[in-house]
């Protein structure tokens, strides 16, 4: 079975880990985190990185540093992961969600201003698949509106918009390093703080409500609780696996580009014909090659078409079910405008294989695998979702 995703492994994490249990300090803010902490601040040119559990937490602390109130609301797109809404619904404050541009299935900028009502508090950004939304439309109507801007960067580490590092852009940036994503700490994440005005509050509600990063920098002779805060500190064995994956972001990304591009070349036929459609990337964007997606006609074509790569012993999934029409969603969410693409799109996306690692014999076989299916087309009704899979 080749799998969809395999957490990578770049071989010198059980050294890490091994050398973090020998220091005997493993609760957090040991040497290993100070290591990633200050590679991402200089490799992204981010003013503050502090890692956390999860890219869950990260967004949490972004919303409670927002200050966001019951009765305020924040602007976000519903083709994302439940952790981007949960964190505004944390707060007491209402997510309103808007619909994405088919191109990059980010939230469409256009229709930003027109969900902005008198309780909006914030714009929340998804660079999905690692590919930038459109940041300087989106900070222009953040700063005419007076509204904060979080970036959800869980799958756009090392990834630009105009030569700048996605989650460096808006008031904050939350990446994820789940064991999913191109770079892994099992579970882990960071948030990129980038005023500084806000490091102190973060430090306090990352440390449980204590000024204890004060305390061991020898700031203040004894620690204490001073403000609201939470447990969002991690293990210095998660650190220590991350701080492998550091070391070797360069391999890492070269290596999945490789994959990506290969993919690419491969199925331009099919996308030159019209058969599929695959990823845009704009010119102004750097991604990272974090996915590598395929959209095919409707929801029956590609259901036929997982259930064919399952066939042939190959995992490819879709991915997220929009969170306006769930139930939670219904609940505590509402959708702004019409649903034009959000839902379509959705419906028409499916994931390949891509990993750190993926052999070329793998991909071959993928590849092989997609090629095989399409050359079946014409047993099928492309053009109608009611009658595609009848045999002609």
């Known amino acids: 079975m080749i799998s969809f995703n395999v957490p990578p492994v770049v071989g010198t994490e059980l050294e890490y880990i091994r050398q973090a249990l020998e220091s005997k300090k493993i609760s957090g803010d040991g040497e290993f ?119 959800d960067a869980a799958q756009a580490v090392m990834c630009t918009y105009k030569g700048r590092y996605l989650g460096t852009i808006g008031d904050y940036g939350c990446y994820s390093f789940h064991e999913t994503k191109n770079y892994s700490m099992g579970e882990g994440g960071a948030l990129l703080v980038n005023r500084d ?24 002779d004894k620690y204490t609780w001073v403000d609201f805060g939470d447990s969002y500190l991690p293990s210095e064995i998660n650190a220590a696996y991350l701080w492998a994956q550091l070391e070797k972001i360069e391999e890492i990304y070269d290596d999945r580009m490789r994959s990506y591009k290969r993919y690419a070349e491969a199925f331009a036929p099919l996308v030159e014909q019209g058969v599929i459609e695959v990823q845009t990337i704009p010119e102004k964007c750097v991604h990272n090659a974090h996915m590598f997606y395929l959209k095919l006609r409707h929801l029956a074509q590609r259901t036929a078409f997982i259930d064919h790569m399952k066939s042939r012993g190959i995992s490819a999934v879709f991915h997220y079910v929009p969170l306006h029409s769930a139930p939670a969603g219904l609940r505590y969410g509402r959708f702004n405008g019409e649903d034009v693409y959000t839902t379509v799109e959705s419906e028409r996306l499916v994931r390949l294989p891509m990993y750190y690692g993926l052999t070329e014999e793998d991909q071959d076989e993928v590849i092989r695998a997609v090629t095989d299916f399409f050359d079946l087309r014409n047993r099928y009704d492309l053009s109608s979702e009611a009658d595609f899979g009848k045999d002609k």
């Open 197 to 220: 005005g806000d490091l102190e509050r973060a430090e306090i509600l990352r440390e449980k409500g204590t000024n204890r990063s004060k305390f061991f920098r020898g700031q203040i």
């Open 33 to 151: 985190t100070k290591r990633c902490r200050k590679f991402m601040q200089e490799r992204f040119n981010a003013p503050h990185v502090l890692l956390t559990t999860s890219g869950t937490s990260a967004l949490d602390m972004a919303c409670l540093l927002c200050e966001f109130r019951r009765g305020d609301e924040v602007i976000l797109p519903s083709y994302t992961f439940s952790s981007t809404a949960n964190s505004v619904i944390l707060t007491g404050a209402t997510p309103v969600f808007v619909d994405i541009r088919p191109d990059t299935m980010n939230i469409d900028e256009a229709k930003i201003e027109a969900a902005i009502t008198d309780r909006t508090r914030a714009i929340m950004v998804v660079h999905y698949a690692g590919v930038s939304c459109e940041m300087d439309t989106v900070m222009d109507i953040a700063r005419r509106y007076g509204l904060k801007v979080i970036e």
